[in-house]
Structure formats: C-alpha cells, structure tokens
C-alpha cells in the first residue's frame, strides 16, 4: 500500500505570477536524493532531475515569459540551471522542496503537542 502524496501550492517569495506544487511528503529515499543531489556529473545531475520532477509533480508551467519544466528529469535541471532566470528564483526552485519538509515537520510538531492537551 502506497502513502498517498500531499502537494502544497506555492509560490516563489516576489515571483508572484508563478505558482507551483511540491511534493510535501516525500519517501525517505527522495528526500535525500533532494538534500544530497548534485551536478558534478552526468548521473548525479540526472538523478538530482529525477528527483525535481517528481517533487514538483512533472508540472510544466509558463511565467514571465519562461517555461518551468519538470517533466523530465533533464528538463527539470534545465530549468533550474536556466541563466535567463534570476539566480535567486533558480536557487529557490532548487531548495523549496526541502524547506516545504522542514516547515511541514515544524508544523506537526505543533499539531501534535496541541492534539496533546486535554479538550482539544
């Protein structure tokens, strides 16, 4: 039996025109593919891509003129590693599906404390 997969609509701090889905619960194993992926060879970067599509859902969206593409694995690095986009926005796309798991943790973890109390 498969968890079901919970995606969280996003959007880019001052990119407000661009809107994504992310994965917020990914398996163990895609979780480190995303902390430990890289593009230092050709396998890794295709791995790395891999693991990009899969979080943001293969989504293909268009804004601000650019076409964000993770519905491959090669179309996904080709994206994050697009020079037309700003540097800050590319770094974003890169680490957002990590910080979205960070703050879903953060997030249970106050759920789970309140569900703790008595009457709630």
Sequence with gaps: MAFPKRFRRVRPPEYEDLELRILANPTGVLYDALLSGDASTPDRALALGAALSEVYASERVEAYGVVFDF????????TIQNEAVPVDLRAWL?????????????ELGNDFR??????N
């Design 71 to 78: 519905s491959t694995a090669e179309t996904a690095m080709a």
């Design 94 to 106: 890169r680490n957002a599906p990590i910080d979205l798991v960070v703050f879903e943790r953060g």
């Design 114 to 119: 309140a569900s703790l109390i008595p009457g």
